[in-house]
């Protein structure tokens, strides 16, 4: 018998009992809908979130800062002081300086170190004359902006810039993210010796998309960073010139990619007296638990699906029962067990196979309506995310690890229909 | 030539006090072309060696040769192929699947042996219409009389041109005069075609009309008549 005819026979034995059929594929379709639903969910929050790490710096970048140390240390006895150490206690505010910048530079696995200059802004205004307090944020690492409007802001350029948070395109007075764009801004610092206030105006060259990491925070480019730095700057006494809270180093992912590559630099930092965080660690907890709901709901799939995989094995042994005489006649007619295993297992497989399309299908319409509602209302606010995301890799993937599953439930009466022997199949009662 | 022959041929059935023989050392040498009547009483062992002689089943001793050829040890896929090409069967309750059309049913065995679709049907139409039922290849298997159905299940069992064509009991379920037609459509196969005919009956009109009747009694040959 043709692999074809076996495939055609496997089909009309399906159609033959249809309602029978229908029942099984409906207990497939919904543990693959779960499954197919839950992935989809879980590809579009992550994709969410790598977008959103992306967006706050590259993933090869480290946060450092000097490691808060608790006066009492592991021992009982008061740790001694170190005047190399940064062992500054919670109630002091450490700060690091250029040869911390040089020594982080120089440690194992890393590329390159920047200080993060400090500035202050008392407040934004634009068009509407209307102050606001305003917070910003330096460009880190091999940052990719997401924006809604214009273009990144230049590093290189001598220029001031500012790529925009979208909150504030109304406030300030502009009727569009594109209106904004190519507009010039007031921003108010202070120095921090005189209590002089200074007025510096930066060109919107951008407006991002909104952010759920960074959900308020403009980009400032290096150039008016160290502008409002310097303004901060004026009149303080050389010692406390060049005192910086936090360092920003590249990490050399060629050769530290592994978490636990990863983990041993982070020791090695603590060692000397830093503490560093990667953008991973900041936004691994959300991660993890949108991991942890999407697991569980698989799980759920899952066992949908062995409830179902029951189903087949009891429908396929109906059917065998019901085609003892055409199984023992074909037997009779020189049809070799094998082939007879092969009709009623392709069966199962056919089952499960249009159970999960069916479901993916399912999923796939379901996540369409959730989405545009989502996006309408309750998600109305995270620009780029779409709650809901299927793959043709995730898809496959289900469709076949289904079909095992449905083979293998097939698989007892396919044996059974196997060993039947045809003499005794064909004995009248 | 014997087209098949059996020597010494025994069946049991159940291990110890319940064994029962049902063939107690059968010989038999069928000739090519023959038409033969397996008769005797209801649980003489008339089936069980026609499901030896078919090679449905394995004898507990004894051998068969088919074409002068031991059976004994061919492998299952030999079997198999052996079974699919040289004999046609045909059994008392018909056993064809009634929601498929007749032209399905008859192609049933082309199926298993995998020819290819169009030559398929050439074929079963060719045998449709030896037992004058092409008309009806179409037809749900179900709507047909019982005398059609077991003409139907000739042209099933002649479709791939077999050496032997094995009848149990085949007008155990029709009436006598439709049982005639189908008889006569077989013994037209076994004149003009040569097909060798082994024919399990109760039937004395039927085995009368055979060139050679078996008489079988408690699993002995007792009388094998010319
Ligand atoms: N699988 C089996 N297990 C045990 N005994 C069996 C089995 N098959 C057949 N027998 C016994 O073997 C004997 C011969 O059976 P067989 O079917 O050959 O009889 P038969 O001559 O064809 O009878 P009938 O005319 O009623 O069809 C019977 O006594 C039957 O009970
Ligand atoms: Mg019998």
Redesign the interface.
Same mark, same amino acid.
């Given at each position: 018998?043709?692999f074809g005819?076996i495939l055609k026979s496997a089909c009309t034995n399906l159609m $033959?009992n249809k309602g029978r059929t229908i029942l099984t594929i409906v207990a497939i379709f919904i543990g693959s809908f779960t499954i197919a639903l839950t992935n989809g969910v879980n590809i579009g929050v992550n994709d969410y979130i790598d977008k959103q790490v992306s967006g706050v710096g590259g993933d090869d970048m480290m946060l450092i800062s000097p490691k808060a140390t608790v006066s009492m240390g592991n021992t009982d006895e008061p740790q001694k002081y170190d005047p190399e150490k940064k062992t500054s206690t919670m109630s002091q505010n450490a700060t690091l300086n250029d040869k911390d910048v040089e020594t982080i530079k120089e440690m194992d696995g890393m590329k390159d170190a920047d200080s993060v200059k400090s500035y202050s802004i008392n407040y934004i205004s634009g068009a509407s004359d209307e102050k606001y307090v305003f917070s910003s944020m330096p460009i880190l690492g091999s940052l990719e902006v997401d924006l809604e409007a214009g273009k990144s802001v230049n590093q290189e350029s001598k220029d001031f810039e500012i790529n925009l948070a979208p909150e504030f395109v109304k406030s300030l007075g502009y009727k569009s993210a594109e209106d904004a764009v190519g507009k010039t801004v007031k921003l108010s610092t202070t120095a921090s010796a005189t209590g002089e206030e200074t007025i510096v105006e930066a060109k919107i060259v951008g407006v991002r998309n909104q952010s759920l990491m960074q959900g308020g925070n403009s980009l400032l480019n290096q150039a008016l960073i160290d502008e409002l730095s310097a303004i901060g700057e004026q009149g303080l006494p050389e010692s406390m010139l060049g005192q910086y809270g936090m360092v920003v180093a590249t990490m050399d992912k060629a050769t530290y990619s592994s978490d636990k590559e990863i983990a041993d630099l982070k020791e090695r930092l603590g060692e000397a007296g830093y503490a560093g965080q990667t953008v991973d660690d900041e936004i691994g907890m959300i991660r993890n638990i949108i991991n942890a709901i999407t697991g569980v709901l698989t799980m759920f799939g899952a066992i949908a699906l062995l409830a179902a995989s029951f189903g087949i094995v009891n429908t396929l042994f109906m059917s065998v029962q019901e085609r003892t $005489?055409?199984i023992?006649?074909?037997k009779?007619?020189?049809?070799?067990?094998g082939?007879v295993f092969s009709i009623f297992s392709i069966e199962a497989a056919l089952i499960g196979f249009l159970g999960s399309v069916l479901g993916i299908l399912g999923a796939a319409g379901v996540g369409n309506l959730v989405n545009g509602i989502a996006s309408d209302s309750f998600l109305s606010s995270l620009t780029g995310f779409t709650l809901i995301q299927f793959s043709w890799s995730s898809s496959g993937a289900i469709i076949l690890i289904i079909m095992a599953i449905a083979f293998l439930a097939g698989t007892l009466p396919a044996r059974r229909a196997a060993k039947l022997d045809?003499?005794e199949s064909?004995r009248?009662e | 030539m014997s087209v098949i022959e059996a020597k010494n041929l025994k069946r049991s059935y159940g291990k110890n006090e319940s064994k029962f023989e049902a063939l107690k050392g059968v010989d038999v040498k069928i000739e090519k072309g023959e038409s033969v009547a397996i008769v005797g009483k209801s649980g003489s062992g008339k089936s069980t060696l026609m499901h030896l002689l078919a090679l449905l089943d394995h004898p507990s001793s004894g051998e068969i040769l088919l074409n002068d050829q031991n059976t004994t040890n061919i492998k299952t896929k030999e079997l198999n192929k052996l079974r699919n090409e040289s004999f046609g069967f045909v059994f008392q309750q018909f056993f064809m699947n009634t929601k498929d059309t007749v032209l399905n049913n008859v192609m049933l065995p082309l199926k298993i042996a995998g020819i290819s679709a169009g030559k398929r049907k050439k074929m079963a139409m060719a045998a449709l219409k030896e037992v004058e039922l092409d008309d009806k290849a179409s037809n749900k298997a179900n709507d047909l009389s019982g005398g059609q159905k077991q003409r139907v299940c000739i042209a099933r069992a002649l479709v791939n041109n077999p050496q032997i064509i094995f009848a149990d009991e085949p007008t155990g379920n029709l009436d006598s005069k439709t049982g005639v037609k189908v008889e006569q459509i077989l013994f037209d196969l076994n004149k003009k075609q040569g097909i060798t005919l082994i024919i399990v009956t109760h039937d004395d009109e039927l085995a009368a009309r055979c060139d050679r009747q078996i008489h079988i009694i408690d699993g002995n040959i007792v009388k094998d008549v010319k």
């Open positions: 018998m043709k005819d $033959r $005489r055409e023992g006649l074909m009779a007619m020189g049809l070799s067990s082939k045809p003499i064909l009248y | -």
